[in-house]
């Protein structure tokens, strides 16, 4: 990545942290403590029931979508956009390959809010009824949505990999993708 990719990236960062959120800081290998969240008093009556393993996985679920969700901000940061700037590349081989990425960001940013949302307005933050808030994400017409969104991403994913390994042979976007 260019220096000029590093400091979007950065700013992108800045930006993200200063309204409360900071998704490409998202640690893919460490998931955060339930003691972040939940008190301790709280945390030590949980340990001793089976809602120690629900709230670890419902921990772990807001983490994962907030880690891929940082995935899909540095495509866009990183690849997409320092993409845009580069003169042999046209609006349809960018759209091969990025699609819909905006949309895909928007809805996984919503379903991430409403997970934490869920988390900070439960009592404790100890997390109850998690279905109803995933069915609203994943069922009916918005499950609907997310699933044609992500299918349409990667519908022509092998075309998108062929025209990026036809570009990597020209020196100037092989730099770029450095």
Not at 58 to 86: S, V
Not at 98 to 108: E, T
Request: hydrophobic share 35%; proline share 3%; aromatic share 8%.
């Amino acid at each position: 990545t260019s220096s000029t990719d590093i400091t979007n990236l950065e700013t992108v960062n800045q930006q993200t942290t200063t309204y409360g959120d900071s998704d490409l800081e998202a640690d893919v290998n460490t998931l955060p403590n339930l003691n972040d969240f939940i008190p301790t008093d709280v945390l030590q009556a949980l340990y001793q029931s089976r809602e120690w393993k629900l709230q670890t996985t419902i921990n772990e679920l807001i983490h994962t979508e907030r880690t891929h969700l940082k995935g899909l901000k540095i495509m866009k940061k990183c690849f997409r956009e320092p993409m845009e700037r580069f003169p042999g590349m046209s609006p349809v081989e960018l759209d091969c390959i990025f699609r819909n990425l905006d949309q895909l960001i928007d809805l996984h940013t919503q379903f991430k809010i409403a997970l934490r949302q869920h988390r900070e307005e439960a009592k404790d933050h100890v997390v109850r009824h998690i279905g109803d808030l995933i069915l609203k994400f994943l069922d009916g017409d918005k499950g609907e949505q997310f699933a044609r969104a992500c299918a349409y991403f990667i519908e022509d994913q092998s075309q998108a990999l062929k025209l990026i390994k036809k570009k990597e042979q020209s020196a100037d976007f092989a730099s770029l993708m450095r």
